[in-house]
Nanobody
Framework: QVQLVESGGGLVQAGGSLRLSCAAS????????MAWYRQAPGKLRESVAAITNGGDTNYADSVKGRFTISRDNAKNTVWLQMDSLKPEDTAVYYC?????????????WGQGTQVTVSS
């Protein structure tokens, strides 16, 4: 079984920074993509940023220039550095990963971590 565990959420004032972490564990052979999504109250879950095992990245337009995604393949960990945070960034942030494990190639989600940005 594979688990994704996020950490690093919290309350921050507008203009501040937070760094989210997501660590994958279990019977992992390899991880293809790792990504961050978020879901604000009353809204659909949306993609924030993604990174391939080769380091290629993409970002939602709303976070370009403010958020940075990075990963350590050896540690099966992905981070999301969030700078210049805005109240509209308030959401539950979820980690998502495409994992090849002992049971095959599957996509997993973490449990989510709350990010609240006060104005």
């Amino acid at each position: 079984q594979v688990q994704l565990v996020e950490s690093g959420g919290g309350l921050v004032q507008a203009g501040g920074s937070l760094r989210l972490s997501c660590a994958a564990s279990g019977s992992i052979h390899s991880i293809n993509f790792m990504a961050w999504y978020r879901q604000a109250p009353g809204k659909l879950r949306e993609s924030v940023a993604a990174i391939t095992n080769g380091g290629d990245t993409n970002y939602a337009d709303s976070v370009k220039g403010r958020f940075t995604i990075s990963r350590d393949n050896a540690k099966n960990t992905v981070w999301l550095q969030m700078d210049s945070l805005k109240p509209e960034d308030t959401a539950v942030y979820y980690c998502r990963a495409g994992v090849m494990s002992s049971i095959g190639n599957m996509v997993y989600w973490g449990q989510g971590t709350q990010v609240t940005v006060s104005s």
